[in-house]
């Protein structure tokens, strides 16, 4: 199972989305720092939760690194997120 679906998984399973979307934008950082060759290292997140409704921005970016978990987290050198309510 490649990144993409393992952050879909998790985040599907903690917060069952009303809409998400989760890109792989490695190739758009080739030769940056954190990048390697085969991708899978840069990552955008959109999701529109309403588990995440009452939640801050930063209780909103906690809940989601939690649910990935620190192993996923290890392994991405970037993951920007979009996510509201």
Known sequence: ???VEEIR???EAAFAPEELEVMDESEQHRGHGGWREGGE???RV???AGAMAAKTRLERHRAVNAAL???LIGRIHALALD???
Do not use: I, Y
């Open 1 to 3: 199972m490649g990144v």
């Open 41 to 43: 290292t840069h990552f």
């Open 46 to 48: 959109r999701m529109r």
């Open 83 to 85: 996510v509201d309510g």
């Open 69 to 71: 978990g620190k192993d």
């Open 9 to 11: 998984d998790r985040l």
